[in-house]
């Protein structure tokens, strides 16, 4: 099993940037290919981004890229999103999540074993 600790969320206005952090803690953390959502009040949580075991991978939805960026450092057991250019529409509680052996093409919340707690993003205009 993997615990997962999301950080860095908070309100920004509407261009600016945030860089979310998720800290893994138990299992061998290169055994997983982690990946990003978000989910607003009412809605399905929906795919951000997504990365490998090596970081070679990357995958993004199309809302998100060119935009934001997902990487990982197998050292410090910690994958990031760096989000730029932030628009309204990007508010959301942010979940990072694990997929075990995973291939880091997952974009569905089904294909993810273990999920962090979420931290809050919010967009000003």
């Known amino acids: 099993q993997v615990q997962l600790v999301e950080s860095g969320g908070g309100l920004v206005q509407a261009g600016g940037s945030l860089r979310l952090s998720c800290a893994a803690s138990?299992?061998?953390?290169?055994?997983?290919?982690m990946g990003w959502f978000r989910q607003v009040p009412g809605k399905e949580r929906e795919f951000v981004a997504a990365?490998?075991?090596?970081?070679?991978?990357?995958i993004y939805a199309d809302s998100t890229k060119g935009r934001f960026t997902i990487s990982r450092d197998n050292a410090k057991n910690t994958v990031y999103l760096q989000m730029n250019g932030l628009k309204p529409e990007d508010t959301a509680v942010y979940y990072c999540?694990?997929?075990?052996?995973?291939?880091?093409?997952?974009?569905?919340?089904?294909?993810?074993?273990?999920w962090g707690q979420g931290t809050q993003v919010t967009v000003s205009s």
């Open positions: 138990g299992r061998t953390f290169s055994n997983y290919a």
């Open positions: 990365i490998s075991w090596s970081g070679g991978r990357t």
């Open positions: 999540a694990a997929d075990y052996l995973g291939t880091g093409w997952g974009r569905a919340p089904r294909e993810y074993d273990y």
